[in-house]
């Protein structure tokens, strides 16, 4: 994150062989992690996640996979261009730094507070404080269209004032007025991770303890945790965001001056991170597999039955 809000020039290390391997390494996340997620979100769609006992939860799962899929196209496909075709987005033109700029924090911010409310949905269902309007899918998507908007609306400066051309001609990505960097990757590890990280280790604890009792209690009866599959696999997916992001966002706010091939390493280890999605579901949550499966091999048989029906 930090390389793309510092004004780094090219140099020779910027094409050397580790460099090389951090830019193709975001141009392979760009490919993949679209396909991964939006096979995510067309599964997630499907007949079987539309019950009405499941649906709360997997408005956040949809949600979340569209904006992973942004987050693919900031700061992450610029890393590609810089190293590769030297040619950086957010000196192109003062659109694309704006849009740069704005989608990396935007996109990033939603997505972790999506995860938070995530853990409170399951904490909620498991805990004796579970109230039936959180459960319901019109105050879920509530939820979600506030969070969207308030992210928006924090990151709106940045599309205002962010962005424009020195008087010799060179694009400047902070504003004339103010100075956006590095006030706002500081305010962008509060954000993205800092407070997500004391909710989601409260939450998350909540939800382990009730598990465990749970299971102490061979209660596998019990309503609340007839969804403990899919609690689990949200639980191993919030976790993992806690130790994969941290580090990039850290190294924005405080270590700006490091070395741009690790800071972009790092990034790369951010980003894998909203590239699992769909191995995570896959692996972890039996209904999700069984959906993608379903879904894949019926398009198979699909086109073998069709040639058979013309030759009748």
Same mark, same amino acid.
Not at 206 to 220: I, P
């Given at each position: 994150?930090?390389?793309?809000?510092?004004?780094?020039?090219?140099?020779?290390?910027?094409?050397?062989?580790? #460099?090389?391997?951090?830019?193709?390494?975001?141009?392979?996340?760009?490919?993949?992690?679209?396909?991964?997620?939006?096979?995510?979100?067309?599964?997630?769609?499907?007949?079987?996640?539309?019950?009405?006992?499941?649906?709360?939860?997997?408005?956040?799962?949809?949600?979340?996979?569209?904006?992973?899929?942004?987050?693919?196209?900031? +700061?992450?496909?610029?890393?590609?261009?810089?190293?590769?075709?030297?040619?950086?987005?957010?000196?192109?033109?003062?659109?694309?730094?704006?849009?740069?700029?704005?989608?990396? &924090?935007?996109?990033?911010?939603?997505?972790? +507070?999506?995860?938070?409310?995530?853990?409170?949905?399951?904490?909620?269902?498991?805990?004796?404080?579970?109230?039936?309007?959180?459960?319901? #899918?019109?105050?879920?998507?509530?939820?979600?269209?506030?969070?969207?908007?308030?992210?928006?609306?924090?990151?709106?400066?940045?599309?205002?004032?962010g962005c424009y051309r020195k008087n010799n001609g060179i694009?400047?990505?902070?504003?004339?007025?103010?100075?956006? &960097?590095?006030?706002?990757?500081?305010?962008?590890?509060?954000? &993205?991770?800092?407070?997500?990280?004391?909710?989601?280790?409260?939450?998350?604890?909540?939800?382990?303890?009730?598990?465990?009792?749970?299971?102490?209690?061979?209660?596998?009866?019990?309503?609340?945790?007839?969804?403990?599959?899919?609690?689990?696999?949200?639980?191993?997916?919030? #976790?993992?965001?806690?130790?994969?992001?941290?580090?990039?966002?850290?190294?924005?706010?405080?270590?700006?001056?490091?070395?741009?091939?690790?800071?972009?390493?790092?990034?790369?280890?951010?980003?894998?991170?909203?590239?699992?999605?769909?191995?995570?579901?896959?692996?972890?949550?039996?209904?999700?597999?069984?959906?993608?499966?379903?879904?894949?091999? +019926?398009?198979?048989?699909?086109?073998?039955?069709?040639?058979?029906?013309?030759?009748?």
């Open positions: 994150m930090l390389t793309n809000t510092t004004t780094t020039t090219t140099t020779a290390d910027d094409t050397s062989a580790e #460099s090389l391997i951090v830019a193709y390494y975001s141009l392979i996340l760009i490919i993949i992690g679209t396909v991964f997620n939006f096979l995510t979100f067309l599964i997630l769609c499907r007949s079987t996640f539309r019950d009405k006992k499941t649906r709360p939860i997997i408005h956040y799962m949809r949600t979340i996979a569209i904006f992973d899929i942004l987050m693919l196209y900031g +700061w992450n496909l610029d890393h590609y261009l810089v190293i590769v075709h030297k040619f950086r987005l957010l000196k192109y033109s003062i659109v694309s730094c704006k849009f740069i700029s704005f989608i990396s &924090y935007f996109t990033s911010q939603t997505s972790a +507070w999506l995860r938070i409310f995530v853990c409170l949905d399951r904490y909620l269902s498991l805990s004796y404080f579970h109230r039936a309007w959180m459960s319901r #899918s019109k105050t879920v998507l509530i939820i979600i269209t506030c969070v969207i908007m308030t992210s928006f609306l924090l990151n709106l400066h940045i599309l205002i004032f694009i400047s990505i902070q504003a004339r007025s103010y100075r956006i &960097y590095p006030l706002w990757n500081h305010i962008n590890l509060g954000v &993205y991770n800092c407070i997500p990280f004391i909710l989601m280790v409260i939450l998350n604890s909540g939800v382990s303890y009730h598990l465990l009792h749970f299971h102490r209690t061979n209660s596998t009866s019990n309503p609340r945790i007839q969804n403990r599959i899919v609690t689990l696999t949200l639980v191993i997916t919030t #976790s993992l965001f806690l130790v994969m992001t941290i580090p990039a966002t850290v190294a924005s706010a405080f270590f700006m001056g490091a070395n741009i091939t690790i800071l972009h390493f790092l990034d790369g280890i951010l980003y894998t991170y909203h590239v699992l999605s769909f191995p995570l579901y896959l692996i972890t949550f039996n209904k999700f597999r069984q959906e993608c499966i379903r879904m894949l091999t +019926w398009k198979f048989c699909n086109q073998k039955v069709t040639p058979l029906v013309d030759l009748q």
